[in-house]
């Protein structure tokens, strides 16, 4: 278990991502079991975004079906990608709705791609007023922001607001474009913000490829950020991922990480694009 920031709250170093075959639609049936899996092993962190198809509604048809206590374990992360507070407290409630919960314990600004973005999440009547109105009223505990596409806009994001996590790309392909590990990861544990990795395995490319094993892969996102989100496509893969997870030891030193990156470099450039 590691603190996410300065959340108070710890998380294990791998979660349940929001994609996968939770970013359907229609598959119920696929789904719901995926999530129900990961809830009975102990999974502390959730991710969801209403972006993502029915991921949302899959899990509160998981929740509903394992019961409020279970909801009331875990650490739930959804988004919002509205850039305007009527917009975005409009997109909260029908999460809410579709999570069938009353509360996010964190709720991220999604996908920040611009300074535009920036500027209007930020101006009078922005996104960021929606997300002080909902912490004042409980519907969310904790604000953080996602992106993989430009990491400067991500440390801009943290200048400018104190926010509580950023949700960012983390895998050896890292270097080969718009790196994060050197910009937004340092940036973000000067200031207490909890780290979260996406794409940890390149949408999968990296494993189905051979360059490397699941476990690597998360042992090295691991070693940068305080949970790892991973989308599963049947519930052998809930299993496999979380005990990879709760297996690891220590972070992988500096040189094994060199030395995985390495190991990719010749084709970093085709993994470093799952990214975004």
């Not at 400067?152 to 926010?163: D, F, T």
């Not at 360059?211 to 049947?234: M, P």
């Amino acid at each position: 278990m590691r603190p996410l920031g300065r959340t108070g709250v710890f998380v294990d170093a791998v979660a349940l991502g929001g994609e996968g075959v939770l970013r359907t639609r229609g598959q119920a049936k696929r789904a719901v079991p995926v999530v129900l899996e990961a809830l009975r092993l102990g999974v502390t962190y959730c991710d969801t975004a209403p972006a993502y198809a029915q991921s949302q509604d899959y899990y509160g048809m998981a929740f509903a079906e394992a019961g409020s206590a279970a909801r009331a374990k875990v650490f739930l992360a959804s988004k919002t990608h509205e850039r305007d507070r009527d917009g975005a407290l409009r997109l909260l409630d029908d999460s809410l709705a579709r999570l069938r919960t009353t509360w996010l314990d964190l709720w991220q600004l999604h996908d920040l791609r611009t300074i535009d973005d920036l500027d209007a999440i930020f101006a009078r009547g922005g996104a960021i007023e929606a997300v002080e109105k909902a912490r004042a009223d409980g519907r969310v505990k904790h604000v953080g922001i996602t992106g993989h596409h430009d990491p400067a806009i991500l440390v801009e994001a943290m200048r400018r607001y104190p926010v509580d996590s950023v949700l960012v790309a983390i895998n050896p392909a890292d270097p080969a474009r718009l790196p994060f590990l050197g910009t937004v990861v340092p940036e973000a544990r000067a200031r207490g913000i909890g780290v979260v990795a996406m794409k940890v395995l390149s949408a999968g490319q990296l494993v189905a490829d051979g360059v490397a094993t699941v476990a690597e892969l998360i042992a090295y996102a691991a070693s940068f950020a305080d949970t790892c989100i991973l989308g599963c496509s049947s519930v052998a893969e809930v299993q496999e991922n979380l005990a990879v997870g709760r297996s690891l030891g220590a972070p992988m030193d500096a040189a094994a990480c060199r030395a995985l990156e390495a190991r990719i470099a010749p084709n970093a450039a085709k993994y470093a694009y799952f990214k975004r």
